[in-house]
Each structure stands twice: as C-alpha cells, then as structure tokens.
C-alpha cells in the first residue's frame, strides 16, 4: 500500500500563505485522482480539492481562487499552495489518493490561521 505523508502545516497569520506537501511511499503516476481534505474540529471532512492524472482539478466553492493542487508524478508528491488564508480554513488537512473506488488519507497535518 502506498503511504502518504503530509508536510508543511503551521500557524498563519489571515491574508497569508502556506504550501503543503504530500508525499508518497509509492509512485503515484498510476494513480487517476489524488485531492487533498480538511476537518476543522466539530465539522465534517471536506473534499477541498482533486487533481487527475491528465491534471485536470477541481475545488470546494469555499476555496476557488485562494488555493492551488498540483502534483509532480516524477517526485511523487502532491502539493496545495493556500493563498488569502481566513480564520475559517483552519484544519487539520489530509492527502489522499483515489484507488479501488475509494480514497486512502494521510495522517495529516495541522493548520492554523490566526487573526
């Protein structure tokens, strides 16, 4: 099975910015979708964005605009470039890869944007 670890977590100020890492024990250029989730405490996990193989992604509303996926197959690492954080994206984000028609996550990794 193909491990994901998440890097790049942190304390941000609102307005700043934080890329995070993703990487993978295994290679991912097999790998048709790879997205990245969030769970704030007392909320549900939700799917904050998705980046196939052929590179084409997807976004919550809540993010369009303000963060980034991407994916290097070469590194096997996936990335989120966040830009413009607000209060309301702290969470602790997941890396997950989409296999067997469901998604396998990551531990995690914590981020917190302060006022």
């Known amino acids: 099975q193909v491990q994901l670890v998440e890097s790049g977590g942190g304390l941000v100020q609102a307005g700043g910015s934080l890329r995070l890492s993703c990487a993978a024990s295994?290679?991912?250029?097999?790998?048709?979708?790879m997205a990245w989730s969030r769970q704030a405490p007392g909320n549900q996990r939700q799917l904050v964005a998705a980046?196939?193989?052929?590179?084409?992604?997807n976004y919550a509303d809540s993010v369009k605009g303000r963060f980034t996926i991407s994916r290097d197959n070469a590194k096997n690492t996936v990335y989120l470039q966040m830009n413009s954080l607000k209060l309301e994206d702290t969470a602790v984000y997941y890396c997950?890869?989409?296999?067997?028609?469901?998604?396998?996550w990551g531990k995690g990794t914590l981020v917190t944007v302060s006022s």
């Open positions: 980046i196939t193989s052929r590179f084409s992604t």
């Open positions: 295994g290679s991912i250029r097999g790998v048709n979708t």
């Open positions: 997950g890869r989409f296999t067997d028609g469901m998604y396998y």
